[in-house]
C-alpha cells in the first residue's frame, strides 16, 4: 500500500489552463503539505494543513488554491497556469508538526506549455 | 531568519569510499536539523534528524551525522558508500517558532564502480 499517493503523475497542459493535483495519506496523519521543487531542485513548501486547517500559506500567488475535504487529502488547485508554474509537486504527511518525520508522495511533474 | 546552505552541488565517490555531505546552517538557537534523501523520480525519505542530546546521530541505511554547535553544521557521513547511495541529498533546518521547515538545495551523490 502507498503511504501518500499523488494522481496525476504527469501533468501536461497549456497556459492559461486550470489543473488539480489530488494527494491522499492513508498512514492516518493529522498534517499534509505541498512542495514545488524547481528544476534546479531546490524544494519550498507552499502550504500546510493540519486537522484540515491552513497553517502555513507560504507566499503563493492566489491562482492556487489548497483544499483539505478531510485530513487524509489535500488537493491542489491552480488557476491560470503559467509557464513558471513548471515544476514538480510533492504532497506530504506527518503526524503532528514538521519536525516529525515527513512523509512524501511521488510527486507530480507538471509542464506548463 | 534559519537557512540552510550545502556548500556542495556534486559529490563523486567510489564504491565502498568514505563519504561526508556538508551542510551549514544560520539560527541564533538549537534548530531542528534533518537530512532527507531523494532517489531519482522519487519523493523524500527521511535519513536522520537531531533535535537535542547526543549529537551524533544514527539514521537509515547506515548514515550518520554529527552536530557541532562552534561550526554551525550538521554533515552526513557513511563509512562506505553502495551503488544503490547515488541520490539527492537534503539537510533541512526548523526553528520550532513556525511549523515549517527551510530545505537546503540539495547535493547529488554519484558513485563510481
Known amino acids: 500500500d502507498t503511504a501518500v499517493s499523488q494522481t496525476p503523475k504527469y501533468l501536461v497542459t497549456q497556459m492559461g489552463n486550470d489543473k488539480s493535483i489530488k494527494c491522499e495519506q492513508n498512514?492516518?496523519?493529522?498534517?499534509m503539505y505541498w512542495y514545488k521543487q524547481d528544476s534546479k531542485k531546490f524544494l519550498k513548501i507552499m502550504f500546510s494543513?493540519?486537522?484540515?486547517?491552513?497553517?502555513i500559506n507560504e507566499t503563493v500567488p492566489n491562482r492556487f488554491s489548497p483544499k483539505s475535504p478531510d485530513k487524509a487529502h489535500l488537493n491542489l488547485h491552480i488557476n491560470s497556469l503559467e509557464l513558471g508554474d513548471s515544476a514538480v509537486y510533492f504532497c506530504?504527511?506527518?503526524?503532528?508538526?514538521?519536525?516529525?518525520?515527513?512523509?512524501f508522495g511521488p510527486g507530480t511533474r507538471l509542464t506548463v506549455l | 531568519a534559519q537557512s540552510v546552505t550545502q556548500p556542495d552541488i556534486h559529490i563523486t565517490v567510489s564504491e565502498g569510499a568514505s563519504l561526508e555531505l556538508r551542510c551549514n546552517y544560520s539560527y541564533g538557537a538549537t534548530p531542528y536539523l534533518f537530512w532527507y534523501v531523494q532517489s531519482p523520480g522519487q519523493g523524500l525519505q527521511l535519513l536522520l534528524k537531531?533535535?537535542?542530546?547526543?549529537?551524533l546521530v544514527q539514521g537509515i541505511k547506515g548514515f550518520e551525522a554529527e552536530f557541532k554547535r562552534s561550526q554551525s553544521s550538521f554533515n552526513l557521513r557513511k563509512p562506505s558508500v553502495h551503488w544503490s547511495d547515488a541520490a539527492e541529498y537534503f539537510c533541512a533546518v526548523g526553528d520550532g517558532r513556525d511549523d515549517k521547515i527551510i530545505f537546503g538545495k540539495g547535493t547529488r551523490l554519484h558513485i563510481l564502480p
Open positions: 506530504a504527511s506527518s503526524q503532528g508538526y514538521s519536525y516529525n518525520e515527513q512523509f
Open positions: 537531531y533535535f537535542s542530546g547526543d549529537t
Open positions: 498512514l492516518g496523519h493529522d498534517t
Open positions: 494543513y493540519n486537522n484540515k486547517e491552513l497553517i
